[in-house]
């Protein structure tokens, strides 16, 4: 910031909006996706989806909306005890569905503000990378700029410092990162076993 001056914040704005609309289109996605998949009505999923979605606006943690999740799996999704002991703690631990968005776009932002034009070859490589790396990407707030941008940036050879440029500008682009992750854990529950039966006192009234 002291380098680049007062001039950083326009483009700073745009990348913040520019990734928070695409993270906002990936999650809208989803609904659909988790509807057709998991066979339940698209009300239901949002139902489902919204506890974890409102403790992900608040805490910008996966794991710590992971109660949540399980909650609203059980009461609009069905005791199902898979979905709920094994599928959705996993899905947290190592399903980030935005890291191949944001963990992407930030690197890409910091090339165009820096001048270093990149090759397909190189943006091809960092996609690779992201998506290999999003697996390791712990469910804390701005996580993904810890343990996935710098191998990114790394494997284009950008300057590491920019980093700190992206941790500034991470508060509001992580809601969405959190909240489009808690809605990708839960699409994956109710895909999962779409045919699993349901218990009858779990399922809430239409």
Request: aromatic content about 6%; glycine content about 12%; hydrophobic content about 50%.
């Amino acid at each position: 910031g002291a380098e680049l001056g007062l001039g950083i914040v326009g483009p700073v704005g745009f990348y913040v909006v520019a990734l928070c609309a695409m993270i906002l289109v990936a999650g809208l996605a989803l609904y659909p996706v988790a509807a057709v998949g998991g066979r339940i009505p698209l009300r239901t999923f949002a139902r489902a989806c919204a506890p974890a979605q409102a403790v992900a606006i608040g805490t910008r943690s996966s794991l710590a909306s992971l109660p949540a999740l399980i909650e609203g799996a059980r009461r609009w999704l069905g005791n199902r005890p898979g979905i709920t002991g094994f599928v959705l703690p996993l899905s947290v631990s190592t399903f980030k569905i935005n890291t191949p968005i944001a963990d992407l776009a930030g690197p890409l932002f910091l090339a165009h503000l820096y001048g270093v034009s990149l090759t397909p070859g190189q943006i091809a490589t960092m996609t690779l990378v992201t998506v290999a790396m999003s697996f390791s990407n712990p469910g804390i707030p701005s996580g993904g700029l810890f343990v996935v941008t710098a191998p990114v940036m790394l494997s284009a050879g950008l300057p590491l410092e920019g980093i700190g440029l992206l941790i500034a500008a991470d508060a509001i682009p992580d809601i969405f990162n959190t909240v489009i992750n808690v809605t990708g854990d839960m699409a994956v529950a109710a895909m999962a076993t779409p045919d699993a039966p349901l218990e009858p006192e779990t399922v809430p009234p239409a």
